[in-house]
């Protein structure tokens, strides 16, 4: 079963502007995860935040967590064509296991 | 090297047919998994192994059989498959799966076919 779900399911905006995802999930978790997907192939990593976490940064990425309220959200700013990709959370709970949000398809027109 | 290769790209395979996926990774890392992703779905979790060992089968039917010969490679056995099981098999590797806050490497998937 997958526990995140994320909004919107698709959002599509201008080259320049910036790019907000959420993602909501069920348990506690240890950490959470956002991961890249381009055209159905592999997903590559982008960010951790951990449970003690609030707001981190790497590069254009802004991730936020809100433990009380179960949420995340994934800012992307000053956005390229080339950030055209599925974009998924990912719960890392107490059980091994790395479960995955419905996903956000974003797409950048320029 | 932190690539996580799978073999093959696609497949694809009758009903009948016996074939296996595989997945290699040189990085160490002693937790390794697969998932199974539908189009337009996110991936879902079907195996863990850690440590060589198989941790988690999330309620996977008997016809996909997992294999970990050793930490560095995974496969999956493919026996008597449903035209509903064609999909892209990811593998991912981390580092330690009883260790937390570790991210998870990807292959590129293999694309299955069932006819």
């Known amino acids: 079963s997958q526990q995140g779900e994320e909004d919107p399911q698709a959002l599509s905006i201008q080259e320049g502007e910036n790019a907000t995802m959420n993602c909501s999930y069920k348990?506690?978790?240890?950490?959470l995860q956002w991961y890249r997907q381009n055209s159905g192939r592999g997903l590559v990593h982008l960010i951790l935040?951990?449970?003690?976490?609030r707001e981190k940064h790497s590069g254009r990425l802004r991730v936020t967590l809100d433990t009380s309220k179960k949420s995340s959200s994934l800012l992307i700013t000053a956005s390229r064509a080339a950030d055209t990709a599925s974009y998924f959370c990912?719960?890392?709970?107490?059980?091994?296991?790395?479960?995955f949000g419905q996903g956000t398809r974003l797409t950048i027109n320029p | 090297d932190t690539e996580v290769t799978q073999t093959p790209k696609h497949l694809v395979m009758g009903m009948t047919n016996k074939k296996s996926l595989k997945c290699e990774q040189h990085m160490g890392h002693r937790a390794m998994y697969w998932y199974k992703q539908k189009a337009k779905k996110p991936p879902e979790l079907m195996f863990v192994y850690s440590y060589e060992k198989l941790s988690i089968n999330e309620s996977v039917p008997s016809r996909f059989s997992p294999e970990c010969p050793n930490s560095s490679l995974l496969n999956l056995h493919l026996h008597a498959l449903q035209p509903e099981d064609s999909a892209l098999y990811l593998c991912?590797?981390?580092?330690?799966?009883?260790?937390?806050?570790?991210?998870?490497?990807f292959g590129q998937g293999t694309r299955l076919t069932v006819v």
């Open positions: 990912a719960t890392d709970a107490k059980d091994q296991k790395l479960v």
């Open positions: 991912a590797s981390s580092q330690d799966g009883g260790r937390r806050d570790t991210e998870a490497f």
């Open positions: 348990t506690s978790i240890n950490n």
């Open positions: 935040i951990r449970s003690n976490e």
